[in-house]
T-cell receptor
């Protein structure tokens, strides 16, 4: 069974600064995707970024980038130039095909607060 | 906007009642996933449908059932409701090509309150 662990229940950062959220996972699968989802106070689940396990290059989406360490099973999210609108709960999630049929397994979440 | 729609946004009902939650996937997506988010359980996978067929079951109670129709919209039916069923119910859709990993896009959710 797959597990996803986020060890930081809460983080805070000043506006315009950089923050990194941590995530570790455990799986025996070889073909999988990793994601970061953002859940702002509106409770909408918004896809932030995706990393495909077979790709060595770290994914980047504007101010969001990941540090994917496959051997260490680590998948951290770096937010650069933090904005007030980045305040949200962030979930790390794992998805493999095969016997898990593509269901998402989520971490516990990290509450990020961006201060002005 | 993810392209996934869910109705209703809010639902308030009493214990013992039955409700139906509706989801329409993104255009072209064949898979629909249902998730429950409660305060103490986090996000839990309930069930997946692919092109009308049930594909996987997670932590779904026997009082809950779902189906996916020919037009690919899906309904989640919750019956004999209990206070503990109060939660945010999300639908997500994805393409699920050839049984591989899937990128899922979430609808806005239905907030269910059981009184």
């Amino acid at each position: 069974a797959q597990t996803v662990t986020q060890s930081q229940p809460e983080m805070s950062v000043q506006e315009a600064e950089t923050v990194t959220l941590s995530c570790t996972y455990d799986t025996s699968e070889n073909n999988y995707y990793l994601f970061w989802y953002k859940q702002p106070p509106s409770r909408q689940m918004i896809l932030v970024i995706r990393q495909e396990a077979y790709k060595q290059q770290n994914a980047t989406e504007n101010r969001f980038s990941v540090n994917f360490q496959k051997a260490a099973k680590s998948f951290s999210l770096k937010i650069s130039d933090s904005q007030l609108g980045d305040t949200a709960m962030y979930f790390c999630a794992f998805n493999a095909g095969g016997t898990s049929y593509g269901k998402l397994t989520f971490g516990q979440g990290t509450i990020l607060t961006v201060h002005p | 906007d993810s392209g996934v729609t869910q109705t209703p946004k809010h639902l308030i009902t009493a214990t013992g009642q039955r409700v139906t939650l509706r989801c329409s996937p993104r255009s072209g997506d064949l898979s629909v996933y249902w998730y429950q988010q409660s305060l103490d359980q986090g996000l839990q996978f309930l069930i997946q449908y692919y092109n009308g067929e049930e594909r996987a079951k997670g932590n779904i109670l026997e009082r809950f059932s779902a189906q996916q129709f020919p037009d690919l919209h899906s309904e989640l039916n919750l019956s004999s409701l209990e206070l503990g069923d109060s939660a945010l119910y999300f639908c997500a859709s994805g393409t699920t090509l050839a049984g591989g990993p899937d990128t899922q896009y979430f609808g806005p959710g239905t907030r269910l309150t059981v009184l």
